[in-house]
């Protein structure tokens, strides 16, 4: 138990890190899509999900998203990561029960839902479905992002011991 709680602690300290790097280096400065991430802090919710569970994947999930909006970003970020974020690692969840998907394929699943969530807040804040027109941008990059993250998370997850 005191090894999962550890490595709970520094896998959680490793996501802050990892949006704290995004949160210097916004990706929209290079590809200008409103909301685009490389979704490094992912890395870490796919490895805890796949070697310690969705109960500590939400934990580790909700304390990233609270800490980071606290320290690097605002209250209307915290909307938006918090949906995204529950959403993803629903998705993910659910297609690593299912046991048919790679880590990248629920990866790439956790990406794209991240961005639907996403665009699900923007549309209910402004009052308008416009912002689904950025839905095939964000799927794409979604689908991206998600496999690059899956496949880095899946490197990691073979090097990690047995817990």
Known sequence: MSKRVALGGVLTATAIIFSYIEFLFPLELIIPIPGLKLGLANIVVVVILYKLGVKYALAVNLLRIFLVAWLFTSPLALLFALCGGLLSLLAMWLLKSVRVFSVAGVSIAGGVTHNIG?????????????????????????????ALIGVLAGNVLKRLPEI
């Open 118 to 146: 996403q665009i699900l807040v923007a549309s209910l804040l402004m009052g308008s479905a416009a912002v689904f027109n950025l839905l095939p941008y964000l799927l794409i990059t979604g689908a991206i992002t998600g």
